[in-house]
């Protein structure tokens, strides 16, 4: 029986498990005096003050100051949409999609997709719909267009652009940005984004906390999730310490064994967005000079009939990392009625369906490791604040330690900003 | 202008582009035998009835069944839900993300998630619900498993197992499985799935087109384009056909360049079941032997605030497939009102959203090529029916000339046995 709210398997990424292709089992102490150096580079700026989002679940006043907001939007309006993309929906998307309750709505365009947009804002009540504009440096591209056209419309349909002030919420740096200048100058509710935290890292910010509050998501669990993990994340120990375990042991899975492709496979649809939001964090946190892993995602049973072909026998460039809950919500056992003689559903009537798709997992995984495919599994009694709350703090610790092994800087995004240039370029051309 | 449907520009994969990254411009010509080899291999038996999946735009009579049943159901149902996982979901589902009209309501539960399907269960009025089990083999275990739970509910709220056989319909096997057996004991409506078609290659067959065509799809202009596309198909030189070009171009930066990682890109949010649906369909067929390419899907521009860190700057060992769609169905220009006069808003005033969309890939594109990294793009005029059709035809073939090429087989999966063989033996440790 488990009583944490996650716990890391690891055992099948050893050589004891799956032969050659396999770590050694002295891998995590071999590479202890790098997995050092990381954590104490790490948590020495967490401590400093230089790095926050470690200690967000300290920030008591911010979470109260989401919490009454939420309360009197859920009094007030029906739908929230959030205006923003990648970094700024990502992570309100996969705590709403995990642990979404009795709250509003909440959408999330999250592109500039003309079609998409414009069907979305047709079919709300613009009286009764909240927008959350989200922006850390307060002039995104996408972000302003999408408020822009929000403000049109509301100007056509509520009456005048002044409208919408009631209705707008503002994400942003607390000085800086074309959204700052517009909260000021229009008198607009905001919230801030610390200034020292990413985007990719703002999960447990207003960024992420407000639209979950507004969705019913119980952040107080989360933040109970957030303490527990931070209290493995003070040990230097990989033995003690799951997310500087893990580090290691990708680190070493793509450097030592090359094994660049990370597949993050949760066994439940209500995290899909989870490992979305994980991919994005790996991804632009970790691959730079030429290096660093390639995150994908998948769902389990399904993609078990899409990717697991390739898993088990494609090129050796990947791990799996699963996600095991223990417990669904619902119990789901299955019915004969008058087909239980059948041999095609003799074998699965009365099983419940939370018990076939977590032994499906199982199958697969072990499936994997006689193929010599090396996994690991992140386990979780359910889907719960407190469980997502510490998962979600884990992997970003991981992903800052990871940078450290990398030799990258795990808080920059360098590679992005060359394209948008020349799209500028390009637009400017009429 | 573009008149045709579909066309493939592979500028950005070539050294004069890209630099020693890239492929010769000869690459095509040194690889013409084995290109040769592959079109006709295949080819031989698309022409012999073994493989099928090339000629379903022939099969008129299909189409009127399908368009006939999907009238009929649009007149007595509001929601239709897809009982079946994987290659039996993904088609259709993409299908009706990209196309779909003012029909039912359709639904992929597309898993055994009990919190996820006893949700939209609850969420449906089952007087006004159709059923479209789909199981190319008949036996496939999530399938039988939602149906049995779908057939105690209909009793328990329809009154009565028989209450579900005339809002059932059955998609399988000719002659062989359970579905099919239960079809003819109930005499259940049902449609076939060619014998020689597998599962990830039938969104053309009733798989596929049933649920798209209840959703209002146009299968017309569907079959147009699937016409168009084997009128290239006939042709062994890769000038003319782009599945053959393709095919050779992507093996090449695989084999030659160690690119194995394939990052399918659509600019809109329509195609990215689409690009899902490729995903399996490449994964599945290409990913054995210890050999075969990694996809990875994305949309644009929303990833471009996720992964596009990755593409610039990660290991070498991506190509990124863009889809560019040269016009959004809906006109939506970004107003200024008030606020024109701000820097970070003026230069994207009067500009459509769609065009915006557009200039950022083809920022992107250019900042991959200009930093050295392969990049081909997909054009279609519009997300139209003639499109999506010629796409997904021609991916179909590029998938099969690409397992010429690998030397493995893309009709099989023997991966995926494994695991189902060590989970139904955990569940019978009861």
């Known amino acids: ?14 050589t004891d498990k799956v032969g050659a292709n396999g770590l050694s089992p002295e891998c995590l102490n071999v590479l202890r005096p790098s997995l050092t150096a990381a954590h104490g580079a ?33 009094a007030r309006f029906d739908d929230l949409v959030v205006l923003g993309i990648g970094g700024s929906s990502l992570g309100g998307r996969a705590l709403i999609a995990a642990l979404g309750g009795a709250g509003l709505r909440v959408h999330f365009p999250d592109n500039l997709d003309p079609d998409r947009f414009g069907a979305l804002i047709d079919g709300l009540d613009l009286d009764r719909t909240q927008w959350n504009a989200i922006s850390k440096s307060g002039g995104t591209l996408e972000t302003i267009a999408q408020l822009l056209v929000v403000r049109e419309q509301a100007a056509a349909r509520l009456g005048g652009y002044g409208s919408l002030a009631s209705r707008l919420v503002v994400t942003t740096d607390p000085q ?4 700052r200048r517009l909260a000021r100058r229009d008198g607009l509710e905001s919230f801030e984004v610390p200034p020292c935290v990413g985007g990719r890292f703002s ?23 957030m303490a527990w993990a931070a209290e493995r994340l003070a040990s230097p120990d990989p033995a ?3 997310a500087l375990a893990a580090a290691g042991l990708l680190y070493s899975l793509d450097v030592d064994k090359g094994r660049p492709v990370i597949a993050t496979v949760p066994y439940a649809d209500s995290l899909r967005a989870t490992a979305e939001w994980f991919a994005q964090l790996w991804a632009e946190s970790l691959g730079k000079a030429g290096r660093g892993p390639v995150p ?18 494609g090129p050796p460039n990947m791990v799996v990392a699963f996600i095991e ?7 789901m056992p299955i019915p004969a009625a008058d087909l239980g003689d ?36 992140w386990r979780m009694p359910a889907v719960t604040p407190e469980s997502i709350g510490a998962w979600m703090l884990i992997t970003q610790a991981m992903t800052a330690y990871a940078g450290g092994l990398y030799g990258v800087d795990p808080f920059d995004q360098p590679g992005v900003e060359a394209g948008k240039i020349i799209a500028r370029r390009l637009l400017s051309q009429r």
């Open 325 to 331: 809950v223990d417990r669904c919500d619902r119990a």
């Open 240 to 242: 003690e310490n799951p």
């Open 1 to 14: 029986m488990q009583h944490e709210p996650l716990h890391l398997d690891p055992g099948n990424l050893y």
């Open 42 to 74: 790490i948590h020495a700026r967490v401590q400093s003050g230089e790095l926050p989002f470690l200690r967000l679940h300290e920030d008591r006043a911010t979470l109260d100051r989401v919490l009454e907001a939420a309360s009197a939007a859920r």
């Open 203 to 225: 999960v447990f910010t207003p960024v992420g906390l407000y639209p979950a509050a507004a969705a019913g998501v119980d952040l107080e669990g989360v933040f109970r999730g």
């Open 342 to 377: 059948d041999p095609d559903v003799a074998w699965m009537v009365g099983h419940d369906m939370g018990h076939i798709l977590r032994m499906e997992k199982r199958g697969t995984a072990e499936a994997l490791t006689r193929a010599g495919r090396p996994n690991l599994t």
């Open 176 to 179: 800086k940005g074309f959204l």
């Open 296 to 313: 994908i995602t998948a769902v389990g049973a399904t993609d078990q009939h899409s990717q697991l072909q390739l898993w088990m026998e």
